[in-house]
C-alpha cells in the first residue's frame, strides 16, 4: 500500500476540514476562521481565509457541485442585514454562514438558525438544496434557501432530543438525516421540506415521511456519548462511534419493526471520534489513538480487522545509536534513555474528522482525516 499523502499546515487543532469535488480546494476549520488551501503540486499553499464568526468555527462543508461552502460556529454578531430588527436578532443568534464565490472574492450569506447554545457540525445534504446544523440547543436546523425572500432559512426538529447534537449524517436520499447526541442515542429523522424536497421511494426506514418524523432510535450500550454517525453508501445502514470505544452498526427492518440486527463491537481501544463506510461491509474509524482502523462484517457481526497503520514505518522509527556511552549521556542530559514524545503514528494526536476522499460506487479509494495536531493527511484504503 503506497504511504500517506501528509500534511502539516499547522500546530494548532483543526476542528473539522472538506475538499472540493476536484479535490484542489481544502476549507479547515481554524480557530474563528477557515483557511482555503490550494494544491501546488504535492503540497497545500494557504490561497483565502473566510473571515466573518467571531467565536470558535466548529464546521465547514463544501458542496461537491456548486462549490458552496457553509460554515457554523459557537457564535457570532453579524450585522450585514439593512433592516434594525433582523440586527437586534442577530446579536442574540448562533448563526451559519454559505459562502459563494464571487469576482471579489467569497460572498458570505447569513442563515437564521434561531438556536441560543453553540452550532456543533453541520453537513450539505447530497441534493445541495439543504444542509442541516447540528447544535447545543438540543435541536437540528434544517436549512433551506427561500426563494421569495432570497435568504436561507431553518425549521427545527426538537423532540425528542434531550442534549447536544455531536454529529450529523444524511441520507443518500436527501430526506433522511442521522444525528448522535450526548444523550447517548444515534436517531434517524425526516428532514422533508415541502416545496423542496421530491416525496423519497419507501424504504426500510419508512414510507410517509413528514418532517421531524423519527424513523430509527438507538441507545449506546454503556450510556455513553455518541460521537459519530453515518448512513452506508445503500442508506440501508446506520453506524455510530460512542465514548465507550465502541461502535454499533443498525440494520432496519421497515418502519414501526424492530431492527433485524443491532450490533456493537466494543474494543479495549481509546474512544473513536469519526467513521467513514467503504462499501457495505467495511467501515473505518479513528479517534484518540491517533490512527485509523478498519472493522469488517455485515448483519451476522461485524470485528475490528486491525489498523491501516504499519507501524514499522521508515522514518518513525528509532535511528539513534544505542550505545551504552549514548544511553549514559541520554540520562545524565533528560534523565530518560529514550525520547518517548513521538508517537509511531502520522497523527500525532487525536483525530477529529474523516471525510471520504476519492469513491466509486460507495467504494471508498482514499478518505483524509485531520486532526488535534494540525495534520490533513490523505489515505489509501
Same mark, same amino acid.
Given at each position: 500500500?503506497?504511504? #500517506?499523502?501528509?500534511?502539516?499546515?499547522?500546530?494548532?487543532?483543526?476542528?473539522?476540514?472538506?475538499?472540493?469535488? @476536484?479535490?484542489?480546494?481544502?476549507?479547515?476549520?481554524?480557530?474563528?476562521?477557515?483557511?482555503?488551501?490550494?494544491?501546488? $503540486?504535492?503540497?497545500?499553499?494557504?490561497?483565502?481565509?473566510?473571515?466573518?464568526?467571531?467565536?470558535?468555527?466548529?464546521?465547514? @462543508?463544501?458542496?461537491?457541485?456548486?462549490?458552496?461552502?457553509?460554515?457554523?460556529?459557537?457564535?457570532?454578531?453579524?450585522?450585514?442585514?439593512?433592516?434594525?430588527?433582523?440586527?437586534?436578532?442577530?446579536?442574540?443568534?448562533?448563526?451559519?454562514?454559505?459562502?459563494?464565490?464571487?469576482?471579489?472574492?467569497?460572498?458570505?450569506?447569513?442563515?437564521?438558525?434561531?438556536?441560543?447554545?453553540?452550532?456543533?457540525?453541520?453537513?450539505?445534504?447530497?441534493?445541495?438544496?439543504?444542509?442541516?446544523?447540528?447544535?447545543?440547543?438540543?435541536?437540528?436546523?434544517?436549512?433551506?434557501?427561500?426563494?421569495?425572500? @432570497?435568504?436561507?432559512?431553518?425549521?427545527?426538529?426538537?423532540? #425528542?432530543?434531550?442534549?447536544?447534537?455531536?454529529?450529523?449524517?444524511?441520507?443518500?436520499?436527501?430526506?433522511?438525516?442521522?444525528?448522535?447526541?450526548? @444523550?447517548?442515542?444515534?436517531?434517524?429523522?425526516? $428532514?422533508?421540506?415541502?416545496?423542496?424536497?421530491?416525496?423519497? /421511494?419507501?424504504?426500510?426506514?419508512?414510507?410517509?415521511? #413528514?418532517?421531524?418524523?423519527?424513523?430509527? /432510535?438507538?441507545?449506546?450500550?454503556?450510556?455513553?456519548?455518541?460521537?459519530?454517525?453515518?448512513?452506508?453508501?445503500?442508506?440501508?445502514?446506520?453506524?455510530?462511534?460512542?465514548?465507550?470505544?465502541?461502535?454499533?452498526?443498525?440494520? #432496519?427492518?421497515?418502519?414501526?419493526?424492530?431492527?433485524?440486527?443491532?450490533?456493537?463491537?466494543?474494543?479495549?481501544?481509546?474512544?473513536?471520534?469519526?467513521?467513514?463506510?467503504?462499501?457495505?461491509?467495511?467501515?473505518?474509524?479513528?479517534?484518540?489513538?491517533?490512527?485509523?482502523?478498519?472493522?469488517?462484517?455485515?448483519?451476522?457481526?461485524?470485528?475490528?480487522?486491525?489498523?491501516? /497503520?504499519?507501524?514499522?514505518?521508515?522514518?518513525?522509527?528509532?535511528?539513534?545509536?544505542?550505545?551504552?556511552?549514548?544511553?549514559?549521556?541520554?540520562?545524565?542530559?533528560?534523565?530518560?534513555?529514550?525520547?518517548?514524545?513521538?508517537?509511531?503514528?502520522?497523527?500525532?494526536?487525536?483525530?477529529?474528522?474523516?471525510?471520504?476522499?476519492?469513491?466509486?460506487? $460507495?467504494?471508498?479509494?482514499?478518505?483524509?482525516?485531520?486532526?488535534?495536531?494540525?495534520?490533513?493527511?490523505?489515505?489509501?484504503?
Amino acid at each position: 500500500m503506497p504511504p #500517506p499523502e501528509q500534511h502539516h499546515l499547522f500546530h494548532h487543532p483543526i476542528a473539522d476540514h472538506s475538499f472540493s469535488a @476536484d479535490r484542489q480546494t481544502l476549507a479547515v476549520a481554524r480557530d474563528n476562521n477557515v483557511e482555503l488551501y490550494e494544491r501546488s $503540486g504535492n503540497r497545500f499553499v494557504l490561497k483565502d481565509e473566510l473571515r466573518g464568526h467571531d467565536k470558535t468555527v466548529t464546521g465547514v @462543508d463544501i458542496a461537491p457541485q456548486s462549490g458552496r461552502i457553509v460554515t457554523c460556529s459557537q457564535g457570532q454578531c453579524f450585522h450585514w442585514v439593512q433592516q434594525l430588527l433582523e440586527t437586534k436578532i442577530l446579536q442574540s443568534d448562533r448563526n451559519a454562514l454559505v459562502w459563494e464565490p464571487s469576482p471579489s472574492g467569497w460572498k458570505p450569506t447569513l442563515v437564521l438558525l434561531r438556536i441560543n447554545r453553540a452550532a456543533t457540525c453541520v453537513r450539505w445534504s447530497p441534493s445541495e438544496r439543504k444542509f442541516a446544523v447540528g447544535s447545543g440547543a438540543r435541536v437540528i436546523a434544517v436549512c433551506y434557501f427561500e426563494e421569495e425572500n @432570497d435568504w436561507w432559512v431553518s425549521k427545527h426538529i426538537k423532540k #425528542p432530543i434531550r442534549s447536544t447534537i455531536t454529529n450529523i449524517s444524511w441520507h443518500p436520499n436527501s430526506v433522511l438525516l442521522a444525528a448522535g447526541s450526548t @444523550d447517548s442515542h444515534a436517531r434517524v429523522f425526516s $428532514g422533508f421540506i415541502k416545496g423542496v424536497d421530491t416525496r423519497p /421511494e419507501s424504504s426500510v426506514w419508512g414510507e410517509r415521511l #413528514p418532517f421531524g418524523t423519527v424513523c430509527g /432510535e438507538y441507545l449506546n450500550n454503556s450510556a455513553g456519548w455518541v460521537t459519530d454517525v453515518a448512513f452506508s453508501p445503500s442508506g440501508d445502514a446506520l453506524a455510530f462511534t460512542a465514548r465507550d470505544s465502541s461502535i454499533t452498526v443498525v440494520y #432496519p427492518n421497515g418502519p414501526e419493526q424492530p431492527p433485524t440486527a443491532v450490533l456493537s463491537v466494543n474494543t479495549q481501544l481509546l474512544p473513536f471520534m469519526s467513521l467513514v463506510w467503504n462499501g457495505e461491509n467495511e467501515i473505518i474509524a479513528a479517534g484518540h489513538d491517533c490512527e485509523a482502523y478498519r472493522l469488517q462484517g455485515n448483519e451476522q457481526g461485524w470485528s475490528i480487522v486491525g489498523s491501516l /497503520e504499519s507501524k514499522g514505518r521508515p522514518g518513525l522509527s528509532d535511528a539513534r545509536d544505542d550505545s551504552a556511552l549514548n544511553m549514559f549521556r541520554q540520562m545524565d542530559l533528560k534523565g530518560k534513555v529514550k525520547e518517548d514524545t513521538q508517537l509511531k503514528t502520522v497523527h500525532q494526536n487525536t483525530i477529529n474528522t474523516l471525510r471520504t476522499y476519492e469513491q466509486s460506487g $460507495g467504494t471508498v479509494s482514499k478518505f483524509s482525516t485531520s486532526g488535534v495536531d494540525g495534520r490533513v493527511v490523505i489515505w489509501n484504503t
